[in-house]
């Protein structure tokens, strides 16, 4: 007898149980270290769909890690933790589609393949980065100690070798959530191209939907950002 087929993505195995992304709903907890900057509308406006306009160029950098869970499979944060934990960078634009203002993602890394497929079916541009780092604090450790006035930290992002994304914050003062600009919605483009004629592609401008935000342990401090380049 042939067993019915429940996969959400690849492996396409009968029990489901080979997809290299768990179906969702999705639950996350996140760590950010994140730098606001605003940079030339008309250069920004290069790297967005078309149905997108800047808004007056503010954006976002970040580096964060993640703690995610399905819905469907509630347990695997203790059954399967490497496929709960993930660690991601980004650079965002300020945007409007109509009268919504919103923000897009023209690049994005992951350190996991299954974080990465994920992004491209909400789409988000993702592609897996060598190494991701961000500063961690441990209320055990002397030196280091918690977050407080006049500590640094940083993070970064590599790929293929090269230093891609550097955030360098000296921490100010503990902050409130009214401290993070609100950029509205999140779109994405899904984005599948055929490889011949008989195929159906996708390009399609999409909102990812979230709900219940939180946001907590916030600091405020002054920021450098450095950019790189990667030949891919």
């Not at 407080?148 to 230093?163: D, N």
């Not at 999409?206 to 709900?211: A, L």
């Not at 939180?214 to 950019?227: F, H, K, N, P």
Request: hydrophobic share 35%.
């Amino acid at each position: 007898m042939q067993l019915p087929m429940k996969p959400f993505t690849h492996f396409l195995t009968p029990l489901g149980r080979g997809s290299v992304v768990e179906e969702g709903p999705w639950h996350y907890g996140i760590d950010y270290i994140t730098v606001y900057f605003r940079a030339d509308p008309e250069l920004l406006q290069q790297l967005l769909p078309q149905k997108l306009k800047v808004v007056d160029g503010t954006s976002v950098a970040y580096v964060s890690e993640f703690v995610s869970v399905s819905e469907k499979n509630p347990e695997a944060y203790y059954t399967d933790p490497s496929q709960t934990i993930y660690r991601e960078a980004g650079v965002g634009v300020m945007c409007r589609y109509g009268d919504r203002t919103g923000v897009f993602y023209p690049f994005m890394w992951v350190d996991r393949d299954w974080a990465m497929i994920r992004g491209w079916l909400n789409g988000y541009p993702k592609k897996i980065a060598d190494e991701i780092v961000m500063t961690r604090f441990h209320s055990h450790n002397k030196i280091i100690g918690l977050p407080r006035e006049g500590v640094k930290v940083s993070g970064y992002c590599t790929r293929h070798g090269s230093r891609l994304l550097t955030l360098l914050v000296e921490l100010k003062r503990a902050g409130e959530v009214e401290d993070l600009i609100r950029f509205g919605s999140t779109f994405g483009v899904r984005h599948f191209p055929t490889t011949h004629g008989s195929q159906t592609g996708v390009n399609e401008l999409v909102e990812v939907i979230k709900t219940n935000m939180q946001s907590s342990g916030i600091w405020v401090g002054d920021a450098e950002l450095r950019l790189g380049e990667s030949p891919a």
